[in-house]
């Protein structure tokens, strides 16, 4: 600094004594109006809640699957984004026992999934709160719009939590919308004989008058939506690939199948670090558990659940959703071909990079149709475009697979391998830990590839709403 300024101007004592005592009136002198009930997802409206960002969860669970009671106490610290007399956040179900923030008591009320909290005082603009939520109850199962479910599952055994896109808020209140990532300390205490496993580091895990408690650490960014709890009689497996520790719980009927595969995450995280760059975590391993009611796999951070033992295709999908969903999250749910057409694209590199069928043949043989058995099958996938689903139980469809993974087959048609791979690797890169979205995209692959002919890849493969001519 060149000179320096002072801000405090001198007034007589008598001034700020009465600025004082207007502020203290007030309640410290903020004005603030509630934030939003939602961040405007396309898809999800009520999802997420404006105002503020989490920065870090702490989840305290009790859990008891015979009685399925849940008992909870959430810490959220985050920040506000404005002046907040009141701000909501997401919890559908239970019952809510106490609210305080700043450690002080805090009205609340209740309407769907909008849990809004008023605070004693309000918060001032970059403020960073402390807000307790105290509940207890069932946790209600969430059926998505595709008719799939997901939320606080009942296993034969335990539970399983998974919250793609919304399953979260059934176990605990937060801004469950992508766009907010936070870090996450979570304990749950279980009757003993049983296992929690969670996102992350165990930290510890103790006995006491007949109950296990688990503390699990998650210091990197992580969605709501990719946070999870298995409880269960599992198996356990810690070991290492290369220095990474790799912790896999499986469910004792899955062990014989889920074996070969799971032996083979040191050589799939080998090969994923080789095409998309570093792995983003500081653990990683595998659920493998029973859940009657689960027919889909999902990329849970450092952790990913299996619904029974993958196969390696499998396996590498969620893998690679470490990086491309995980890492890099889509900014709201329109954003989900950038988790899944990835995803998938990266089974097709897979494949071609293990003496299989190259990723251009594995796109060809879809756009003839002759990948699929059926006809039907083949035609569903130009659905619609990619980018643009057109209702929320459409968000997990082919087209944001099967297209979406043609989009990049198409880019790295228009920009050559070696720039398409670097631009595989500095798209996790540069938008490491953080959200992006479709836009984001098409100005990376721009302006790390200037003069390729890229427009109509856009408008045909990822906007346009016809199946694109062969070009
Ligand atoms: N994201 C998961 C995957 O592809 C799939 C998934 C999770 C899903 N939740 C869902 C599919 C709900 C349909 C509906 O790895
Ligand atoms: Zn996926």
Request: aromatic letters at 10%.
């Amino acid at each position: 600094m060149a000179r320096s300024v002072r801000l405090v101007p001198t007034l007589p004592a008598a001034t700020l004594l009465a600025a004082a005592l207007v502020l203290t009136a007030c309640g410290g002198g903020v004005h603030g109006t509630p934030g939003g009930s939602g961040v405007r997802d396309p898809y999800f409206p009520k999802a997420g809640n404006g105002g503020y960002d989490v920065t870090h969860y702490g989840l305290r669970l009790a859990y008891d699957p015979d009685a399925h009671h849940l008992t909870g106490t959430a810490t959220l610290t985050a920040r506000a984004a404005k002046d907040l007399s009141a701000f909501n956040l997401d919890l559908l179900g239970m019952e809510v026992e106490k609210v305080t923030v700043g450690g002080e008591t805090a009205r609340w009320n209740r309407a769907g999934q909008e849990l809004t909290v008023r605070p004693h005082d309000d918060i001032g603009r970059d403020e960073t709160f402390r807000v307790t939520v105290r509940y207890s109850g069932a946790p209600e199962t969430v059926t998505d719009p595709d008719g799939s479910q997901e939320g606080w599952l009942r296993t034969t055994d335990g539970v399983l939590a998974l919250g793609e896109p919304t399953g979260s808020m059934a176990w605990f209140p937060g801004n469950h919308h992508p766009s907010d990532k936070a870090a996450y300390d979570l304990t749950v205490t279980v009757p003993q004989g049983l296992r929690a496993v969670s996102n992350g580091e165990l930290r510890s895990e103790t006995t006491a008058r007949g109950r296990t408690t688990s503390t699990w650490h998650m210091a990197r960014p992580m969605a709501s939506y990719l946070a999870t709890v298995a409880i269960g009689r599992f198996g356990i497996s810690r070991s290492r690939a290369g220095n990474l520790p790799v912790y896999t719980a499986v469910d004792p009927a899955e062990a014989a199948a889920s074996r070969a595969v799971l032996g083979r995450i040191p050589e799939v995280l080998r090969w994923a670090e080789r095409r998309f760059g570093p792995y983003p975590f500081s653990s990683t391993g595998a659920i493998v558990d029973r859940a009657a009611s689960v027919g889909y796999a999902l990329e849970t951070q450092t952790r990913p659940v299996f619904p029974g033992a993958p196969d390696i295709t499998l396996l590498v999908h969620e893998f690679a959703h470490q990086w491309y969903g995980d890492s890099v999250t889509p900014k709201s749910w329109r954003d989900m071909w950038l988790n899944e057409g990835f995803a998938t694209y990266a089974e097709w590199l897979w494949e071609e990079d293990h003496g299989g069928d190259s990723a251009q043949e594995t796109f060809d043989a879809l756009y003839s149709g002759e990948y699929f058995d059926t006809e039907e099958a083949g035609e569903e996938i130009w659905d619609f475009p990619p980018a643009d689903p057109p209702s929320a139980a459409r968000i997990s469809d082919p087209p944001v697979y099967w297209r979406g993974a043609m989009v990049l087959q198409k880019v790295r048609q228009a920009v050559g391998d070696d720039r398409f791979f670097s631009m595989l690797r500095g798209w996790a890169a540069e938008y490491r830990y953080g959200n992006a979205d479709t836009a984001d995209f098409t100005a990376y692959v721009e302006q790390r590839a200037p003069g390729a002919d890229v427009e109509g890849v856009w408008d045909e493969w990822l906007y346009g709403e016809e199946k694109p001519g062969r070009s």
